[in-house]
């Protein structure tokens, strides 16, 4: 190669590390904002993934345990604890509507029976995906009253654009004024 041939390619090799070099740097800095985004959303609203792995058998969820259908929907647990148990499925939830009192901790336990669906509630930090084969559960507070709209938030299919549910927050004595003992409750029109 010439002398001039070698002082191009040497010339087109800089710029090309050097343009090389402005990539890697942009790269890391968005990994680096996006990493800071996930540490301030979970620490700022305490939006946690589910903390333990429970299974379930998606073949017999309708048959027996804990999902059968009369023992969906809001419990007052011999403890005292409020309980909500809910089932997704293609399109929708079971029950549609759920009933919880605002002021007290609510505990989630909700599973999917055919594909990976999820849902968000309104105004709250309720945010949590539902595997088929496995308990989803967590727990959180209703600050205030009022009708709140759940949308399932993973897609699962053509008809997921449809799948919505509603959680009414009621104030905590008119809650426990109509549950009653070993009765599921729901907003679900009879
Ligand atoms: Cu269920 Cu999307």
Redesign the pocket.
Known sequence: MSALGDHVAHASEAVAEGAERRWAIVVMLIIGLLVVMVIFTGVHWAAMPPSRVETVDPRTLHISGEFVENNLGTAVEADGKVVVRLI?Q??SFEPQCLVVPAGVPVTFRATATD?I??FVVEKSNANVMLVPGFVATFTTTFNKTGERLMP??????TG?EA?WGRVQVLDANEFLAKSKAGERMSCVPR
């Not at 399932?152 to 299919?157: D, K, P, T």
């Open positions: 997704a293609q399109y594909a669906h999820g399932c938030h993973e897609y699962c299919g997921h799948m």
